[in-house]
């Protein structure tokens, strides 16, 4: 079974900055399409950027111009590096695989809290 290690969450005042990295057990990172998820308080999980095998990159409304997904595949490492972190990005963050026809994944790790102080 593939582990999931996310890391680099904290707490931060709005307009700061944070990067979360995630690696993992075996090659899942470096031969597939990763993406980075949320959970807030309360609510669904939603997935908020997603890095192709080949480095093209899509992101949700909210966090485009602000949050950047890369990938080092030689490292078996995905990043998200986050500026102008808002209150409403105040989460849990988890790295894994982008769904698959609609089907989300299984397993997850543990996440990264990151906490927005406004």
């Known amino acids: 079974q593939v582990q999931l290690v996310e890391s680099g969450g904290a707490l931060v005042q709005a307009g700061g900055s944070l990067r979360l990295s995630c690696t993992a057990s075996?090659?899942?990172?470096?031969?597939?399409?990763m993406g980075w998820y949320r959970q807030a308080p309360g609510k669904q999980r939603e997935l908020v950027a997603i890095?192709?095998?080949?480095?093209?990159?899509n992101y949700k409304d909210s966090v485009k111009g602000r949050f950047t997904i890369s990938r080092d595949n030689a490292k078996n490492t995905v990043y998200l590096q986050m500026n102008g972190l808002e209150p409403e990005d105040t989460a849990v963050y988890y790295c894994?695989?982008?769904?698959?026809?609609?089907?989300?994944?299984?397993?997850w790790g543990q996440g990264t809290q990151v906490t927005v102080s406004s």
């Open positions: 075996g090659s899942i990172i470096s031969i597939n399409p």
């Open positions: 894994n695989i982008p769904p698959v026809m609609g089907r989300w994944p299984e397993n």
């Open positions: 890095i192709s095998s080949g480095g093209s990159t």
